[in-house]
């Protein structure tokens, strides 16, 4: 592990990246490069590889073949301290339904050793909107509230690499404006978001760059006037090189 290594990074590098399930082949020589101040969109068929290249980012998984670089360094060479710099959303909230709001916010503010939490839980509450809300319990919530205290869980600790896998499924309008809102405050601080999703009509406009995986292989959406939608269908319905 190198010591010396500064604790931030500006893009992530996913080189000819691979992973394979026994005979099950996930991801096959996947090449991306994200950057900070940029919004990253993956799309792409259930199965097709999108969850398993989010794992990997967030270093909970480890490639088969090819290598993330988090900056100029891998995984191995950060050491533990590199998960301090990621913040995940996935399927599952990470939220005590019988804590409240705050007290969700805490917990995890003091699992990364932060200071001042008090002010860091307030200004996430004000952030998801849920001030008013803060001293209920998280199980009393909505979908759509519990997906905003989710992410201010996510973020409490100020991440550099942000990862959500389909965030805006079950949200309805407002809570999905609110989290399109969220997501460009976090780019515009310099945040390195990616984004799995299905929902075109959110994703438009809102990512900077596009790419789909089918089966487990990247093809880029490259922006050409035409709409998302349209782009993604092309790219699902090209021949497999």
């Known amino acids: 592990m190198t010591a010396?290594?500064?604790h931030d990074f500006k893009t992530v590098t996913i080189d000819r990246v691979s992973?394979?399930?026994g005979r099950r082949r996930a991801l096959?020589?996947?090449s991306l490069t994200c950057s900070a101040g940029a919004i990253t969109g993956l799309f792409g068929p259930n199965g097709a590889g999108k969850s398993t290249l989010l794992n990997l980012l967030s270093t909970?998984?480890?490639p088969s073949e090819g290598v993330i670089r988090y900056g100029e360094a891998t995984a191995?060479?950060?050491g533990d301290g590199l998960r301090a710099r990621i913040g995940v959303l996935g399927h599952d909230l990470f939220l005590y339904s019988d804590l409240s709001a705050r007290e969700n916010l805490a917990f995890f503010a003091h699992l990364y050793d932060l200071r001042h939490v008090d002010t860091l839980v307030s200004a996430s509450l004000a952030a998801a909107r849920l001030t008013e809300r803060g001293d209920d319990r998280a199980g009393s919530f909505s979908r759509g509230l519990r997906q905003r205290l989710a992410l201010e869980r996510a973020l409490v600790h100020a991440p550099r690499l942000v990862l959500l896998d389909e965030p805006?499924?079950?949200?309805d309008d407002a809570s999905a404006r609110l989290l399109v809102d969220r997501l460009q405050q976090l780019k515009s601080t310099g945040a390195i978001v990616v984004i799995a999703t299905h929902d075109f009509d959110v994703?438009?406009?809102l990512v900077d760059h596009a790419v789909c995986l089918t089966g487990g292989r990247m093809a880029e959406m490259p922006a050409d006037g035409r709409s998302l939608r349209d782009r993604y269908r092309q790219a699902v319905e090209a021949p497999v090189r």
Do not use: Q, S
Not at 168 to 171: H, K, V
């Open 203 to 205: 994703a438009e406009g």
């Open 4 to 6: 010396a290594l500064p």
């Open 28 to 30: 096959w020589r996947v």
């Open 19 to 21: 992973k394979h399930y």
């Open 60 to 62: 909970l998984g480890r």
């Open 76 to 78: 191995d060479e950060w």
């Open 168 to 171: 805006f499924t079950g949200l």
